[in-house]
């Protein structure tokens, strides 16, 4: 979409309505060439010394770019697990190239190009959001949620599904272990974010866009408009920078990603699968991934076609067009029906979902009706829902369902045969949760975002 100044309402549903939207967003052409990654940097090998980032660059443009330089073949390769296996830092800690051709890079423009943690805040729960600046000085917010703490169980989640298998072998395992002698048994009680087999899990919640066009009434991002769209590098890189940040070592610890942070993944849908495919090469399989859309029908039939994809989640938050149209306005472009239409050309594995996520919102969409509008639209449907109980933010005219109403929501869903999970609310306290992701330095207090420490382990 390019650099756009912030979207009013009026204009954000104008962009919407226009065809050139459309065309700008969504390539209509599909084949197998769409699955190159082409929205990566181009090489240049001949002394043109503006910044060019390495981060992001396809294996296929690594070889170009040795090529252009007179190096062999496998030259690209080692700089290919320098920057996405070993996650440099620095392009001198790319140990296998000899010194001139680090020189030779540098003396070229080329920079590592990994965007910047420049500050951070931790929740209570132990929750951390980063606020990352890229090359221009634009920001976006990247939320690390490390799991294991027995919080993420039964929200719906892979890391949840993860959580409920591993918490029933430990349970078969202290029943075998009965006659044990208690010192001889992993104490299991104040491991944080450790498993019982030893590997850390955590969740990174990744931005897709500097800002957001789509809207969303109860969303602190839609605040903001839209400013660019990231690329591919910029969207990876900040999974790149929470891991060394993080320490974590890819095939020891477990990862997973959500596509759910600032911006809408399909309105930047090139550089989204592209950042995809850069992942798996930093080791972390499509698998692994969820994405998030508000609903852009024509990507989400794209998505159907991908060969390799994440897992999909549709923003619903309301059980019918009127109340949608409200609260998403996006909904006047594509109804729920439409949505529901595209869902079904994926074709789903056998264990997979599409999951549903739904912002409740206090008497606007969490009475009893509602429910049984939502278990009658996803009748037939390969259907989950995550339940989201609305992080309040700063004007947002919104309040918060109550517990009774979450309860009976949840409870009736369950009892139509759909599989809901209440999603736990996590740093909630540092605007971390869902629908509050803000760039800090625009939009917040003027005032420096605040280490809080966690609390003691009980
Ligand atoms: S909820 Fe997502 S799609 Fe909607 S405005 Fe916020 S960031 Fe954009």
Redesign the pocket.
Known sequence: MGASPQLEEAQCNQYFASKSFLYKTLPHKSGPKRNRMKTLPQIDGGGDTTPKPLFGTAPDQLKLLMQSLGQSAYRATQLKDALYRQRITSLDQITTFPQSLRESLLANGYTLGLPEIVQSAKSIDGTERYLMRMADGETVETVWMPNGDGGERGDGTEAADEERDEQSNEQSNEQSNELDAPAARPDLRNRGTLTAQGYRRATICISSQVG?????Q??L??KLGIRRNLTAGEIAGQVAAALNRNHVKIGLDRINLVF?G???PFLNYDAFMDAVRLLGLMGIPESRMTV?T?GIEPAIRRFALEPIRPKLAL?LNASNDLVREQV?PITRKWNIQALLDALNTIPLGKREYVTFEYVLLGGINDQPQHAREVLALLKGYKAKVNLIVWNPGPGIPYTQPSPEDVERFHKSLIAGGIPTYIRRPRGRDIYAAC?Q?KRTVDAAPPTPLVEIAPAPAS
């Open positions: 957001c066009a789509v809207n969303c109860f969303c991002t839609a759910m600032m911006g809408e998030s508000s923003s998403m629908g992701l």
